[in-house]
């Protein structure tokens, strides 16, 4: 961001802009020779309903680089999307997480689903559906232990395509979920459009319900809404015993968050997770 200085407009960076000018520029270079199979891996994170059962895992990427270290989604997925490569990246995220089902299956983690989050390049990109399918067939999975996440900015350019695409993805019983809902365009609107099955609450409206009358008057309204326009409800981001009997207490249907589990390892992922003690 370039600060105006005086009425010269002289653009003045201080240091913290310049380092965040070159860890994004460096960012940027490791992305252009990333190797997914390599460098990314997807942790799992828990999803329960109001008795304790899990419903399922959401993956969430992560990227290990021998320089930088590990780079966190919120500061990757934005320059992947820029790049285009977002679209590469997504499809290795969904291979693995085919194959991960099938590893986990027989671990006595069965009949769950597992969310996982779609750019909207990946969406509009050509042949989306085509390749899911392939992955599906190649990997044995059934459409139906998948959710895919969008986010409200899908609606920005809210394409024939976009909406084609979704509704392709119900014909074949994959589950579609509205992500961080409430923080982005909303115009209510889209929500009788989409071909949805769940929406999700995002966290930043959670993590005040316990102390604020007006965060848990909306909340409480939302997850109401929700359930009348015949979806399922996730709140995400439950990090106290408070927040989620609250939610409990108003009918939210699924829970997710540091409280019930933080995203794990496969290598963690086990038949005792199927029961939280809630
Ligand atoms: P999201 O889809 O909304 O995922 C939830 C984020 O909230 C995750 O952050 C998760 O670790 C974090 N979280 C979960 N419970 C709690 C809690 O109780 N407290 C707090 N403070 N945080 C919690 P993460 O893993 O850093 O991912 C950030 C975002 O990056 C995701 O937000 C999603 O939008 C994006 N992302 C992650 N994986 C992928 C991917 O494979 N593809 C795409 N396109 N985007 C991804
Ligand atoms: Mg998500
Ligand atoms: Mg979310
Ligand atoms: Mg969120």
Not at 90 to 98: F, R
Not at 163 to 181: I, K, Q, Y
Not at 223 to 247: P, W, Y
Request: negative net charge.
């Amino acid at each position: 961001q370039a600060k105006a200085a005086g009425g010269n407009q002289v653009a003045v960076y201080t240091e913290d802009d310049v380092a965040h000018i070159n860890r994004m520029e460096d960012l940027r270079r490791a992305l252009r020779s990333i190797v997914p199979g390599e460098q990314l891996s997807l942790h799992y994170q828990p999803i329960y309903d109001a008795a304790g059962r899990l419903r399922g895992l959401e993956a969430l990427l992560r990227w290990q680089h021998s320089q930088l270290g590990n780079i966190p989604p919120g500061e990757f997925i934005s320059l992947a999307e820029q790049s285009g490569q977002i679209v590469e990246i997504g499809e290795w995220v969904l291979s693995e997480v085919c194959r991960m089902i099938r590893r986990v299956r027989g671990k006595g983690l069965d009949d769950i689903i597992i969310s996982v989050n779609l750019s909207p390049l990946q969406i509009t990109a050509p042949g989306f559906v085509e390749t899911l399918q392939c992955v599906l067939a190649l990997t044995e999975t059934s459409a139906e232990w998948l959710e895919f996440e969008i986010t409200e900015s899908i609606m920005i350019d809210s394409s024939k395509r976009t909406t084609s695409v979704l509704n392709a993805l119900r014909a074949m019983g994959v589950r579609v979920a509205l992500d961080d809902f409430g923080i982005g365009y909303a115009s209510l609107t889209y929500l009788r459009e989409l071909p949805l099955h769940t929406l999700k609450l995002d966290r930043s409206f959670i993590c005040h319900i316990t102390e604020q009358h007006a965060e848990a008057a909306i909340v409480k309204a939302m997850i109401s809404l929700v359930h009348e326009l015949g979806f399922e409800v996730v709140a995400e981001g439950v990090e106290t015993k408070e927040q989620l009997e609250l939610l409990r207490s108003w009918g939210c249907d699924f829970f997710q968050g540091y409280l019930l589990g933080k995203p794990m390892q496969e290598e963690a992922l086990c038949a005792p997770l199927m029961q939280a003690a809630l």
